[in-house]
């Protein structure tokens, strides 16, 4: 899965976000139900065939997508709704109304002479009968077709609630197995959907808390390769790894600016553990906070003008905002309990973060100001959020017995799911849109 | 590797020990001694005439105890013996912890212990230290490893 998917022009291509936001009535907790009839070819013969097939696995795909989310509730797609490649673009609006459909996707598959894909993707208001977004991709073999059936998820998801999409966004998180005093972990990167997971690091050293660069080409991660925890980068495309820094100061913490270009971490100087930031590509640090006590977990705001972090300089753990050259610093968390690893949601309006009370570890939000915080989660060894693209969701560590395993939280309410790994995971981290 | 000549009782019936070893010339009614050599030999004697290589911390603190500062005085006076020796301090975070301010937790008691024995006259240059986090579980500790 690399540079496969290349956006081609259909024409207009206008999302109609206004019609989107009708569609979506912002406050009503009821989904919104949209129908995904079997994805067409124009092709005939064995052609037709083949990529009907793949027509129809994109289609389950794109609802098992959709079915994920809390905003919408899609039919399940039936064979017999098959439709012409004409209609992809005429659909018949009446038939999906009487569905009690609200939303509609169509679309269909074309091979092309040189063996790729065309991959196109229509989003329509089934009672306005309006078309309220499309898109094309041309995808090569093998499994690529899968991301061009996220793409089309997230067109959807997109034109109907407004928000971005998580669809084709990856994670990374460390692969746990082995006993609790001898824990094998390796670094792992998945698919958001579970697909296409593989490990990056062999299992023979600890290796902490990954964190994807925003484009999703590289990791920072903390690794115990030099005897002791340091920042290291690995290159995904060719797994080359390095220290982030010279010299063997312990290092840790990791998180990658907005733009990619720097790293904002936390480094010990003698008992104290203080927040910097380097250019992602190494270099001399610049130290941005100085306070004794231990400065950790920092996470920089989505247009990279703050960051938001732990401090236990007023005796417990709590949440400080600062901006992001170090000046201004503020605590924001006053709930009376101690709050550790925040992570700063793309759409700004956010901070999740660990609470800790006697009573363990639960997933709150807060908003940056510090006002409006609230507990998602029960606990009792839930830690570790980090953000879906969309702003919607989080994903966390939950302990259990001697392992840990990732869970999926909505911010409606519902009970967290567990997400499917071959092994216990922990630290997960998920990355924003690859493209 | 002299040192490896500690648990050879041949050495001492020899009557070839020289003033360089520093182990006392002890009756030779012992059961016989396991026959460590080199860094494994040191860890054994480090081990028993410390006491123990670990010290213990309350809950979400750094803070060394009066019986956590016993065992570090008998650790430095150990390694003031022992100048060619060195050590890595391994401080651990708590389970209960989160991720990263286990490993700087972790980070913190090993430097209050490194700092605690250079206090007590044990050249910083024997001494480094690292932090596991809660990667091993266990009590809130650091531990006192010889590296060479």
């Known amino acids: 899965m690399t540079q496969l998917v290349v956006r081609i022009s259909l024409g207009i291509a206008g999302l109609l976000l206004s019609a989107a936001a009708s569609a979506a009535q912002p406050g009503t907790p009821a989904a919104t139900v949209i129908a995904i009839p079997p994805i067409t070819t124009p092709d005939t013969g064995v052609k037709g065939n083949e990529m009907l097939g793949l027509g129809w696995q994109a289609t389950q795909l794109i609802a098992a997508d959709l079915r994920q989310t809390s905003e919408m509730m899609p039919l399940p797609p039936n064979r017999k709704d098959y439709y012409s490649y004409p209609e992809v673009t005429a659909p018949t609006f009446s038939k999906w109304r009487a569905a009690g459909a609200k939303a509609l996707v169509t679309g269909f598959v074309q091979s092309r002479s040189d063996g790729r894909l065309t991959f196109g993707c229509y989003v329509y208001d089934v009672e306005k009968g309006r078309e309220l977004g499309r898109k094309g991709f041309i995808v090569g073999g093998g ?63 600890i290796v902490l808390t990954p964190r994807m660069s925003p484009k999703g080409g590289r990791l920072a991660y903390v690794g115990f390769t030099g005897g002791k925890p340091e920042v290291r980068i690995v290159d995904l495309a060719s797994s080359q790894q390095r220290p982030l820094l010279d010299g063997d100061s312990i290092s840790f913490a990791p998180r990658y600016s907005p733009d990619g270009t720097r790293i904002v971490f936390s ?38 003008s703050k960051i938001v972090f732990e401090s236990d300089r007023g005796g417990s753990q709590q949440l400080y905002v600062m901006n992001s050259d170090g000046s201004n610093q503020r605590r924001i968390s006053f709930g009376g ?26 997933i709150g939000i807060i908003k940056p100001d510090g006002t409006d915080e609230k507990i998602l989660t029960s606990g009792p060894a839930d830690e570790g959020p980090s953000w879906a ?47 | ?137 266990g009590a809130p500790r650091a531990v006192t490893v010889l590296v060479r």
């Not at chain 2, 070893?21 to 002890?26: C, D, G, H, Q, T």
């Open chain 2, 1 to 137: 590797m002299r040192k490896a000549l500690f648990f050879l009782p041949l050495a001492l019936l020899a009557g070839t020990a020289s003033a360089q070893f520093r182990v006392p010339l002890l009756a030779p009614r012992q059961p016989p001694a396991p026959v460590l050599t080199g860094i494994d030999a040191l860890r054994a004697d480090f081990q028993a005439k410390s006491g123990t290589d670990t010290v213990y911390f309350g809950a979400d603190n750094a803070q060394l105890g009066p019986p956590a500062r016993a065992v570090l005085h008998a650790q430095a006076l150990w390694l003031l013996q022992h100048p060619e020796v060195v050590v890595r301090i391994e401080g651990h975070g708590e389970v209960a912890d989160t991720r990263d301010h286990a490993l700087a937790m972790g980070a913190k008691r090993a430097e209050e212990v490194r700092t605690a024995l250079v206090l007590m006259g044990v050249p910083a240059a024997q001494l480094t230290t690292m932090s596991w986090g809660k990667e091993r579980p």
């Open chain 1, 337 to 362: 309990a101690w709050y550790a690893s925040p992570d700063w949601s793309p759409d700004g309006e956010w901070i999740a973060f660990t609470q800790r009370t006697t009573a363990g570890r639960r």
């Open chain 1, 267 to 304: 480094m010990m100087l003698g008992a104290n553990s203080d927040i910097y930031v380097a250019p992602a590509t190494g270099g001399i640090p610049q130290r941005l906070t100085t306070s004794p006590g231990i400065d950790t977990d920092p996470s920089f705001s989505p247009d990279g």
């Open chain 1, 389 to 435: 693209a969309s702003s919607r969701e989080l994903i966390f560590q939950r302990g259990a017995g001697n392992g840990s395993a990732l869970f999926r939280l909505s911010l409606d309410g519902s009970e967290p799911r567990q997400m499917s790994i071959p092994q216990g995971g922990s630290d997960p981290d998920w990355s924003g849109l690859m493209d």
């Open chain 1, 143 to 205: 499994d690529d077709w899968r991301r061009a059936a996220h793409k089309c998820s997230g067109l959807a998801y997109t034109a109907i609630t407004g928000a971005p999409s998580m669809f084709d966004t990856r994670i990374t998180y460390v692969a746990e197995s082995g006993s609790p005093d001898a824990r094998v972990k390796r670094i792992a990167v998945m698919d958001s959907d579970g697909y296409n997971h593989s490990y990056l690091t062999a299992g023979d050293t």
